[in-house]
């Protein structure tokens, strides 16, 4: 477990570091990051997830279950807005975010599966164009409106879908669900 996590953090870090994105919180694979754009975030989840396809898990991760055939996926969800507050958290001392947007964007996560991102607040203007050299392409799907637990206000999302992915990994991968199925937790791996 502590190697898958370590591939885990090695494949966010390079991310985020490519999207100039930034980590406020990571525990035990679970992180929350913040990008000066929607187009940086989509590019961030973009690589993550086709690095992590990419990566050679060993056979104790790929013999856990059947969800994990494909090695560690995350959950993700991407949303947009301003912060009501930043300060540093009491533990880390990193620039914490509070706010509408937070609460909102973890309820989108807890909506989605391992390996999907679901995105609100995005359209094709946000994110079009060509990805940078070496980056993954994707395209985004319109699920629609979708209620999420705790909100009053229904959101609508849309799926990132990587491209470019390895055939072997696609084909072994747990088929994404609509979000009105239920779903995990805040951007994680399902370790």
């Known amino acids: 477990a502590t190697e898958a996590l370590a591939q885990l953090r090695g494949v966010v870090q390079e991310a985020l570091e490519c999207a100039s994105g930034y980590a406020c919180q990571e525990e035990d694979g679970t992180y929350m990051v913040a990008f000066a754009s929607m187009r940086r975030a989509v590019d961030f989840a973009a690589a993550v997830q086709h690095g992590l396809l990419r990566l050679p898990w060993s056979d104790e991760v790929r013999d856990v279950g059947p969800e994990f055939c494909a090695g560690l996926r995350m959950a993700m969800g991407i949303g947009r807005g301003p912060c009501s507050s930043k300060r540093p958290h009491?533990?880390?001392?990193?620039?914490?975010?509070?706010?509408?947007?937070?609460?909102?964007?973890?309820?989108?996560?807890?909506?989605?599966?391992?390996?999907?991102?679901?995105?609100?607040?995005?359209?094709?203007?946000?994110?079009?164009?060509?990805?940078?050299?070496?980056?993954?392409?994707?395209?985004?799907?319109?699920?629609?409106?979708?209620?999420?637990?705790?909100?009053?206000?229904?959101?609508?999302?849309?799926?990132?879908?990587?491209?470019?992915?390895?055939?072997?990994?696609?084909?072994?991968?747990?088929?994404?669900?609509?979000?009105?199925?239920?779903?995990?937790?805040?951007?994680?791996?399902?370790?």
């Open 90 to 191: 009491p533990a880390t001392g990193r620039a914490d975010y509070y706010g509408a947007v937070v609460y909102r964007t973890a309820r989108i996560v807890a909506t989605a599966k391992a390996g999907q991102v679901l995105l609100e607040g995005v359209d094709g203007s946000d994110v079009g164009g060509s990805s940078p050299a070496g980056a993954p392409g994707y395209e985004l799907e319109l699920l629609g409106s979708h209620e999420l637990d705790g909100t009053c206000q229904p959101a609508i999302l849309h799926e990132l879908r990587v491209l470019e992915a390895p055939a072997d990994a696609q084909e072994s991968a747990p088929a994404a669900r609509s979000p009105s199925e239920g779903g995990a937790l805040a951007a994680r791996s399902p370790a």
